[in-house]
């Protein structure tokens, strides 16, 4: 192979690798937890949904930005790509979330500050992609939709800092003081985390590539029209 392929396989072949390292990590040699016994290895998987989700958003806001500032297609591509891989995994945040209500608390849901904020987060992204569907013009749909990505951004640390600021049933894990659980358990957070990370840039870098083929296909379509 050349090397040229080996690199588009080394981000995927790191990821998936990760990712079988996290399963393991987190199902077989972190320690069952004693009062929620083994639901609480949905957590692993949980938090780094989340920070997974963040990443995404985070990246959207800053190519949102350099779009306003620039106005080139090659940051709308990135924005709009990294709300769909983002809301993907607020998707799983919020599933795994239910999940653990119903076994933890014998709720689906419940208003928890964490859980609403995460949820009014989800809703603003989709609202992202609705609006990019219902405007046909690229220039006016790539502006409103940087702007909507900017303000949409404002609510990932009230999601972030929703713990510290309300009081809710999600226990601070990590604070000033440090990470407040077993080492064993803190490798498999870490293990997980990078997992996750892997798979959003291997998803992001492919959901770009498809976005940027799509726009010089749609600008080849229109001047043979």
Same mark, same amino acid.
């Given at each position: 192979?050349?090397?040229?392929?080996?690199? &588009?396989?080394?981000?995927?072949?790191?990821? =998936?690798?990760?990712?079988? !390292?996290?399963i393991e990590a987190a199902l077989v040699l972190a320690p069952t937890e004693r009062v929620m016994g083994p639901l609480q290895?949905?957590?692993?998987?949980h938090l780094s949904d989340a920070i997974a989700a963040f990443a995404a958003?985070?990246?959207?806001?800053?190519?949102?930005?350099?779009?306003? &500032?620039?106005?080139e297609r090659r940051w709308d =591509?990135?924005?709009?790509? !990294?709300?769909?891989?983002?809301?993907?995994?607020?998707?799983?945040?919020?599933l795994t979330g239910m999940l653990w209500a119903r076994m933890a608390w014998n709720t689906w849901w419940t208003w928890d500050p964490r859980l609403t904020t995460m949820l009014v987060l989800w809703l603003l992204y989709a609202g992202y992609l609705m609006l990019r569907a219902s405007l046909e013009d690229e220039a006016r749909r790539a502006r409103y939709a940087a702007v909507l990505a900017v303000l949409g951004f404002l609510d990932v640390p009230i999601v972030f800092m929703a713990i510290r600021w309300w009081r809710?049933?999600?226990?601070?894990?990590f604070d000033a003081s440090g990470a407040h659980m077993e080492p064993a358990m803190l490798a498999a957070v870490v293990v997980s985390l990078l997992a996750f990370i892997g798979l959003l840039a291997t998803?992001?870098?492919a959901r770009v590539r498809l976005e940027l083929l799509s726009g010089d296909v749609d600008e080849l379509h229109r001047r043979l029209l």
């Open positions: 192979m050349r090397a040229r392929e080996w690199a &588009a396989l080394a981000l995927p072949g790191t990821s =998936a690798v990760l990712m079988l !390292a996290a290895r949905i957590f692993y998987f958003f985070v990246v959207a806001f800053g190519a949102s930005v350099a779009y306003l &500032a620039r106005g =591509a990135l924005a709009v790509s !990294a709300v769909e891989v983002g809301e993907l995994f607020s998707t799983l945040v919020l809710t049933i999600h226990p601070v894990l998803l992001l870098v």
